[in-house]
């Protein structure tokens, strides 16, 4: 019931107590979650995750239905969204940017995306717009999109980034796909 299991030094940053009970490596190692959480362990909530993918929630009459991402959309962590129509079309497109490259050593950097534009269909579901079209290349952390009106009439879609440059970009033709 524990598909991931903390290093000691997670967990005592997390929970500093538990820092006098297991106070070498050696004795948390052969600990059993029941051990380390006493019987609080028999009264946890469990929860089991079903769906990991990325995607949109359709509310249908207070219903929701999940529409999962293209697979390349799978690929990175996603971190904002910029909601706009790219291609002129009337629909509500996504511009996805993510990556994370500063996070625990365990898990290691999340760094597959440069962006990617989603384009959407039209009944829930997306497409991904070749990258030569969309324009975006950003394969730094990103913190979050603004869209800019500039003074030309233009869009420019800013991109702050948590380890690299502000990046902008220039809406100058439609992305198609």
Not at 37 to 47: I, N, T, W
Not at 67 to 89: E, T, Y
Not at 163 to 172: D, M, R, V
Request: aromatic fraction near 12%; include cysteine.
């Amino acid at each position: 019931k524990t598909p991931y299991d903390p290093t000691r030094d997670q967990l005592m940053e997390q929970i500093p107590s538990l820092k006098k009970k297991f106070n070498s490596y050696a004795a948390y190692a052969s600990a059993t979650p029941e051990d380390i959480l006493g019987s609080k362990y028999r009264e946890a909530y469990y929860l089991e995750v079903t769906e990991s993918r990325s995607g949109v929630a359709l509310n249908e009459g207070g219903k929701f239905r999940f529409c999962p991402f293209p697979f390349r959309a799978q690929w990175s962590s996603i971190n904002d969204f910029l909601v706009a129509d790219l291609n002129g079309d009337g629909r509500s497109d996504l511009l996805a940017g993510g990556n994370k490259v500063f996070q625990e050593a365990t898990f290691g950097p999340v760094d597959a995306s440069a962006g990617l534009v989603l384009l959407n269909v039209g009944d829930g579901s997306f497409e991904v717009a070749p990258p030569h079209r969309a324009g975006i290349d950003n394969p730094y952390s990103l913190s979050q999109f603004i869209k800019l009106q500039l003074p030309d009439f233009c869009d420019a879609i800013v991109c702050f980034n948590a380890n690299g440059p502000l990046k902008a970009y220039k809406k100058t033709v439609s992305i198609v796909p």
